[in-house]
Each structure stands twice: as C-alpha cells, then as structure tokens.
C-alpha cells in the first residue's frame, strides 16, 4: 500500500495532485481543513490494499528503501510520517474502517461523494452496502428522528415543564431560518389546539424584534422580548398557562466566544430548556463541519435542517447526523408561513441525502 498527504489550496486542487500521483484508482481517506493566515486542504490518499498485519494486529511499516533520502533529518521526516500515518490507519481499523476498496464498492464511493457524503463516512457505508438497498437500510438506520413536543404518557417526558409543558429554545447560525420556523413551529402548535409563548432573546440584530413581533401578531400569540437571563426567567414564569413556550435567539457567529458564553449561561439556570439545534441545508459543507466545533459544547437535544428547498445535494444531513448523533426534529422546505415544515420520517431523509437536485 501507497500512502501518500497531499497539501492544496483546495480540495479540488488536491484531487488534481492525487490523481496525478497515485493515479485514478487512488482512494481518500481523509481530508482535512487546516486553519491559520494561510488555509489549505491537506488529503491523505492511499493507492494499492496490501496492508500487511503482524501477530499483534498491527500493521508493520513496508520496508523504505534509503534511495533518494538524502539527508538524516530527511529520513527522520519520513519516519514521522509514516508514524502519523500508522496511527491514522490504526485509528480508521478500529473504527471499522475497510480499506480494501473492490470497484463495485469504488462505485458506491463515488455516488456517495457525489452527494457529499464525507469521505471517511462514505467510505464506510460504501464497505458495507452491497447496492442502493442496502444503503438506503444502512442510512435510515442511522439516522433519529423524534418530532419534538409529541404527546407522551406523564412522566416520560424529557423535558418537562409546570407538569409536561414544553420550552423550547431554537439556536443556530446566522439568517438559517430560527425566527421563520419559530413561526412555523407556533402556527402548527395552535393548530393542535395547544396553547404557545413566544420570547425573544434576540435584542442583538436591529430589527429582530419588529420581526418576530409581526409573526406574534400574526398567529395572534403573546410575545416578550427579553435580554437578559433574569428577564428570561421572568418571562418563562410568567408564561406558566402555556402548553408550548418558544424561545427564539439571535444567531451570531459561533466563532465568537461571548455567544456561547451567554448560551451557557441561559443553561446554568437550571430551566428545563429543550434545545433545537438549526443547520441550514444550503450552507457551505465545510462551514456545516465547522459549526460543529462550538455547538457541541452545549446540551443540544435535537438537529433541524432547514431551507432543504435551496440545496442541491442533501449528503449533509448525513454528516451532521452522524457528527452530533442527535435527533432530527424536522426540515423546513420554504420561506412559507404557516407551512414549509415537514416532519419528515427516516426514510424521507434517506431520500434526500441520497438524490441529487433539489427536494
Ligand atoms: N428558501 C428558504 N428560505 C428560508 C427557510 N427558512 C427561512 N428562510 C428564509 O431565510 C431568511 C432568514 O430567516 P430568519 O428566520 O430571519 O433567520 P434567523 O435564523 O432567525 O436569522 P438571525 O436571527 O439573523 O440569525 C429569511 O429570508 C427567511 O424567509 C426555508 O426553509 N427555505
Ligand atoms: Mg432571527
């Protein structure tokens, strides 16, 4: 076996190079973003699946011939990197990985890429399934999904509150649609008879407020905008003949420490807050990957994908699925309100993640 990291400014870029050095039966087995002044992509290709395993179970470096190694530093390098790369491959087996990669199974690989399943996780599906069945079972498989606020016998709840009534709060990166589904999830709820509160705790945005005060109005449900965790206290108590209470809040850049900082302390309160984590379908992939970083830091109870009516390819659902190993509360398909929100089933997301075009 080959193994060989190839640096790039991107990810296509890389492909370029591993192509060029490993030929096109060359397998990704990782790739990996790498952050600073000057970004790059760093992909770690493989090309021929001899790998030899000794008694141990661990895989013994192939012999390196000292040919063109010019210096001891040099060699020194190289021996770091086959180190690392060791470590890498140990890593992956022991996960499961397989990294025989037989041309039928190449094939599933590729349509999975195609979709923009990550690497290292179509790589595994494309290990097990032996055809679209076989993956669309493996898929829906993987993938939760629990509508949020279900009727449930009393005791059961998760989340409960004055006796079963629900809080459920809605965060996310900027403009993903938390204010729009806020409405939404309000619409659907009065519908059911159920009586919804609304708060805001968006006071960062100008005009957030005016927002989702026209919703409020709209749906005809009260609303208190609050900025602090004391007001939001107050607000929640005062909300106590609510069935469902939603909190909306602003969405800011993850990156910025004050964000979660202040998210964290709304949890420190005790307040029996159901998170739904929102990711917008249409958002950049490795902006989606990255995201993950800072909100795994809090006590998230459920993911939701939203503006599904905007992506080309739905593979991401799968990653974040995979990657926060939460429940899938729903998607929203549109910029309709009342509407656009589906409470779509496993295999309606199978369906998505694995067709190309939009929903
Ligand atoms: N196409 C499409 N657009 C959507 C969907 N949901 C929301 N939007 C649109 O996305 C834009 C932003 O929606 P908001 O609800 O304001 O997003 P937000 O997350 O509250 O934004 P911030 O409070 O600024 O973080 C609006 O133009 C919405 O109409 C959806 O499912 N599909
Ligand atoms: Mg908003």
Redesign the pocket.
């Known amino acids: 076996m080959r193994i060989k990291k190839i640096q790039a400014k991107n990810f296509r870029q890389a492909l370029a190079l591993v192509k060029k050095e490993l030929g096109a039966d060359a397998v990704i087995l990782s790739s990996e973003d790498k952050k600073g002044s000057r970004p790059y992509v760093e992909v770690t290709a493989a090309i021929d699946y001899d790998l030899e395993t000794d008694n141990s179970g661990s895989y013994s470096p192939a012999t390196v011939s000292s040919a063109g190694i010019s210096s001891k530093s040099e060699f020194a390098e190289l021996k770091k990197e086959i180190k690392s790369l060791m470590e890498c491959i140990e890593t992956m087996r022991s996960s499961g990985f397989e990294l025989r990669l037989p041309e039928e199974r190449k094939k599933m690989f590729n349509f999975l890429r195609e979709r923009s399943i990550k690497d290292e996780f179509a790589l595994k599906l494309a290990a097990k399934a032996e055809d679209t069945d076989d993956l669309e079972a493996l898929i829906s498989k993987e993938i939760n999904f629990l509508p949020p606020f279900r009727s449930k016998s009393p005791g059961e709840e998760k989340v409960s509150f004055n006796g079963g009534k629900r809080i459920a709060m809605l965060i996310?990166?900027?403009?993903?649609?938390?204010?729009?589904?806020i409405a939404k999830l309000a619409s659907k709820a009065i519908k059911e008879g159920r009586k919804v509160g609304m708060i805001s705790i968006?006071s960062y945005?100008i005009g957030?407020a005016e927002?989702i005060r026209i919703y409020a109005r709209m749906i005809g449900i009260p609303l208190d905008i609050v900025s602090n965790v004391e007001s939001l206290e107050e607000s929640i108590k005062k909300f106590y003949d609510r069935d469902i209470v939603l909190i909306?809040t602003?969405?800011r850049n993850p990156e910025d420490r004050e964000y979660i900082k202040g998210l964290k302390d709304i949890y420190s309160t005790g307040l029996p807050i159901e998170t739904q984590l929102?990711l917008s379908t249409s958002s950049d992939c490795d902006f989606l990957m990255s995201t993950h970083e800072y909100y795994r830091s809090l006590p998230i109870d459920y993911i939701a994908f939203?503006?599904?009516?905007?992506a080309v390819k739905l593979g991401s659902i799968y990653n974040l699925c995979r990657l926060y190993q939460k429940p899938v509360a729903y998607i929203?398909?549109?910029?309709r309100v009342p509407g656009?929100i589906e409470f779509a089933d496993s295999r309606r997301l199978t369906n998505l993640i694995l067709r190309t075009g939009s929903a």
């Open positions: 996310g990166p900027t403009g993903v649609g938390k204010t729009t589904t968006d945005k957030a927002q909306d602003s969405g929102l939203t503006k599904t009516d905007e929203t398909t549109g910029q656009n």
